[in-house]
């Protein structure tokens, strides 16, 4: 191996998170994938943090004429000239989610034979395509948005609820272009790349069935109002299965990935001189769970060279769940980083990063933040008690007080969690 260089190890992991992100741009991995020029027209709809940058990326490689309408969270629009941005909340659904859903409803349904329909969907889509079925309404939504982020449920246990009580979820939105050629870009965001998961699947076809949606329910305590308890139990909501005709000839592309994020985050690391190691692009659990483990794993490291040699980089991505039990500021990558704070207890010369590939780590317009070696130690000199910070769920207010927060605004992709973990060889920091 190439001795490490001396970039210091905040600047090292702060440069292979933004590789990471970098790799995950639009304007690099939409272009290639865009569909032949078609008969009519080619519209462009779409739903997610990226799908306004997308939606900019086709329009600059696009030659030809094109219309549609795309709905990003709120500081995530692009200028474009022929595509329509809406913006609207995330991740609990408002009014101008619902309405520009369902107006990207009304133009798929538009659609005629020789047209093609663009879908462009990244993470975030499940919120920014807010269309109820019938007896559900939009505060219902709302409510059960907020029970599931809370609840410590899945990414995708969470979008099988949401798929079964959408108008446009779950395969429908694309059954509603038929007989449209259809071709779907995804930037994905959840663990193992499942098309019906990245945002909750509004044109693919769902296996899951409101049965399924019905056990996520039970499992997390979650209160349903009577109207939406009838839509699961009556079938209702049942969604666009895989036999179905209206989904023949779809062409679905993952333009961007956690793991393609992770390689280019390591092909940096590996260029300043350090092994480094992928641990897996889908790593789920609770994140203070997956912090400890984490943690364990870096001590036998330190302590018998295994897995893997000090002097290495670890790096994962995923998306942890956080059951929320305290009133702090939250964020499953700073709870994930504040968890393995502690079981480390202040071992020499580990640093970390966590942060979230869209700027956003929970609620906050906060990506994440930093773990150093005196994260602990500077930390009670603040008069801050890190246990109790995490037994409140307040990993933004815990970095944030020792200025260790990562803060990007909006990075215009979403690709998932990025960790990475580097172990030094005990020479203190580089």
């Not at 030659?63 to 709905?71: A, K, R």
């Not at 994962?316 to 769940?321: F, I, K, L």
């Not at 906060?366 to 150093?372: K, P, R, V």
Request: charged share 20%; net charge negative.
């Amino acid at each position: 191996m190439t001795h490490p260089s001396e970039t210091p190890p905040r600047d090292l992991l702060r440069a292979m998170f933004e590789a990471a992100v970098a790799s995950a741009q639009p304007r690099l991995c939409v272009p290639p994938h865009l569909p032949p020029r078609p008969k009519g027209r080619l519209i462009v709809l779409g739903a997610g943090k990226a799908s306004a940058a997308m939606a900019k990326a086709v329009e600059d490689a696009w030659e030809g004429p094109l219309e549609g309408l795309v709905v990003t969270r709120y500081g995530y629009g692009a200028s474009c000239e022929r595509i329509e941005i809406v913006e609207a909340a995330h991740p609990v659904p408002d009014a101008a989610g619902h309405a520009a859903a369902a107006r990207i409803l009304s133009i798929a349904e538009s659609a005629g034979p020789d047209d093609t329909v663009l879908f462009l969907i990244s993470g975030g889509g499940s919120a920014l395509l807010a269309l109820p079925l019938d007896g559900v309404s939009l505060a219902d939504k709302q409510a059960i948005n907020k029970a599931l982020l809370a609840s410590g449920a899945t990414i995708s246990e969470m979008n099988c609820v949401r798929r079964h009580l959408s108008r446009i979820k779950g395969g429908r939105l694309a059954a509603a272009a038929h007989p449209a050629k259809v071709v779907t870009l995804l930037i994905s965001d959840v663990p193992g790349d499942r098309p019906r998961d990245i945002a909750s699947g509004p044109t693919v076809a769902d296996e899951t069935t409101c049965d399924d949606a019905l056990a996520v329910v039970r499992r997390y305590g979650i209160d349903l109002p009577a109207a939406v308890r009838e839509v699961l139990e009556s079938g209702r909501g049942e969604t666009v299965k895989p036999e179905d005709p209206s989904l023949d000839g779809i062409e679905t592309r993952i333009v961007a990935a956690p793991q393609m994020a992770l390689e280019a985050a390591a092909a940096v690391g590996r260029a300043a001189g350090w092994r480094v190691h992928i641990l897996g692009d889908a790593i789920e659990g609770e994140a203070r769970d997956v912090g400890t483990v984490m943690a364990g794993v870096v001590r036998q490291v330190v302590a018998h060279g295994q897995p893997f040699a000090p002097g290495c980089i670890l790096l994962s991505g995923g998306e942890t769940t956080v059951t929320v039990r305290g009133h702090g500021r939250g964020g499953r990558n700073v709870e994930f980083l504040l968890s393995l704070a502690i079981a480390l207890d202040g071992l020499p010369d580990v640093w970390g990063i966590a942060c979230d590939t869209d700027g956003v780590d929970g609620l906050e317009d906060i990506a994440g933040a930093i773990l150093t070696p005196d994260t602990l130690a500077r930390a009670w000199g603040h008069g801050i008690r890190p246990k109790d910070a995490l037994a409140d769920n307040d990993g933004h207010g815990f970095f944030g007080a020792l200025d260790d927060a990562v803060v990007t605004g909006p990075t215009m992709t979403n690709v998932n969690d990025f960790r990475a973990v580097l172990i030094g060889r005990g020479e203190g920091a580089r």
